[in-house]
């Protein structure tokens, strides 16, 4: 089967991140399960391509159990995150399993992030053209909200999910529209490089606490 660009920038960069960050993921995995109890990994069903489930693969940043204990949507005063996950989850460190992802083909590098499958039924047909391709570490909505948590904890609405819904899920879907009507290798390529700026400055300020 002949890879196009996109598949072969996947694989090339899922490969490399994973083989260079290996002494990460150990380093990762020993503090999750010092920390607190439970599995190193979290896998929780997304909807992907063509509308159909895979299990998204993160480093566990919650307690054992959390989706059982509360909603899909997450902020920073979330009482589920143990100590471990909070560090991981400021510095993106609990994403990067999601290499794992990509090199299977269930995510691509750059793409629509993946929803759970309980929001399946709110898309509009238009709408659902969202799942015409891979699912993706990153896009344009996670720029806009790379500090999602922080948005949900600020926002003064108690249940994280209701927040979620009335202030990143509109926008988040229509810059995922976005981005799907306008792909391109060169626009996946203008993501990463942003993504990476985005990373850089904010998590550089958060280290000072300056955010």
Partial sequence: MKLD???LLDIAVAGGTLAGLSP??????????LDSKGPVFYRGTRIGQGAKPFKLMKFRSMVQNAEAIGGSSTSDADARITRAGRFLRT?????????INVLKGDMSLVGPRPQVMSYLERYTEDQKQIF??????????????????ELLAASGIADADEAYDRLIHPE????????????????????LLETAKTLVRTRAATARGTK
């Fill in 91 to 99: 510095y993106k460190l609990d994403e990067l399993p999601q290499f």
């Fill in 172 to 191: 988040k879907t229509e810059l995922q529209l976005q981005y799907v009507r306008h792909r391109g290798f060169w626009t996946d390529v203008q993501i």
């Fill in 24 to 33: 990460v993921f150990i380093a990762v995995a020993a503090w999750i399960k």
């Fill in 5 to 7: 660009a996109k598949r």
């Fill in 132 to 149: 015409s391709v891979r699912p993706g570490i990153t896009d344009w909505a996670s720029i806009k909200f790379h500090n999602e948590g």
